[in-house]
């Protein structure tokens, strides 16, 4: 059974860093692509960023990029996001997701249940 | 202002067909297949159509997609009041992930 456990989030201040952790478990992580996507409170989805398998290529929504670092360890079947100068305007849900392999990067098959960041002075 | 445009709300009554259109763009949906998302209310987002018109293992088959050019529908027939959530398209265009603003369904 495929399952993805976020952590990490928590409550930081306007300027301040966070490192989200997916754990993911019930196929070869390797090979898949894994991604972030994160919702606001009372609002729609949104795609951060997402690294692929094999090569671990990257790839970063304009909003994030330069402040925001996706990285994976396959020796531990986990995805970072390494969150920096972060703005109240992050404040949302982050879901880590998991990648389709033969479809495009927004075919994401599972979902982890999400860890909240908060960020406020 | 998301590239992929969903009418914000759509409704129905129990056993009726509706639709929800996504409309996107020749660098994303004209180039890519389309992928539709249903998050029920406190849940994670589920994946409910793939590759513009296949089906999850477990998915009914009353939820169907389409894709015509710049433009992608989601069909649910049957409409049951548990199939009352938000629904997402997504694709990708031009190295980014993209997704609709969502369309909230109501059961009547």
């Known amino acids: 059974e495929v399952q993805l456990l976020e952590s990490g989030g928590g409550l930081v201040q306007p300027g301040g860093s966070l490192r989200l952790s997916c754990a993911a478990s019930?196929?070869?992580?390797?090979?898949?692509?894994m991604s972030w996507v994160r919702q606001a409170p009372g609002k729609g989805l949104e795609w951060v960023s997402t690294?692929?398998?094999?090569?671990?290529?990257?790839y970063y929504a304009d909003f994030v990029k330069g402040r925001f670092t996706i990285s994976r360890d396959n020796s531990k079947n986990t995805v970072y996001l390494q969150m920096n100068s972060l703005r109240v305007e992050d404040t949302a849900l982050y879901y880590c997701?998991?990648?389709?392999?033969?479809?495009?990067?927004?075919?994401?098959?599972?979902w982890g249940q999400g860890t909240l960041v908060t960020v406020s002075s | 202002q998301s590239l992929l445009t969903q009418p914000p709300s759509a409704s129905g009554t129990p056993g009726q067909r509706v639709t929800i259109s996504c409309s996107g763009s020749?660098?994303?949906?004209?180039?890519?297949?389309v992928n539709w998302y249903q998050q029920l209310p406190g849940t994670a987002p589920k994946l409910l159509i793939y590759?513009?018109?296949q089906r999850p293992s477990g998915v009914p088959d009353r939820f169907s997609g389409s894709k015509s050019g710049t433009s992608a529908s989601l069909a649910i027939s049957g409409l049951q009041s548990e199939d009352e959530a938000d629904y997402y398209c997504?694709?990708?265009?031009?190295?980014?992930?993209?997704f609709g603003g969502g369309t909230k369904l109501t059961v009547l």
């Open positions: 590759s513009s018109n």
């Open positions: 690294i692929s398998g094999g090569t671990a290529f990257t």
């Open positions: 020749s660098s994303n949906i004209g180039s890519n297949t």
């Open positions: 997504a694709t990708w265009d031009d190295s980014l992930v993209v």
């Open positions: 019930g196929f070869t992580f390797s090979n898949y692509a």
């Open positions: 997701a998991k990648g389709t392999p033969g479809y495009n990067y927004g075919t994401f098959d599972y």
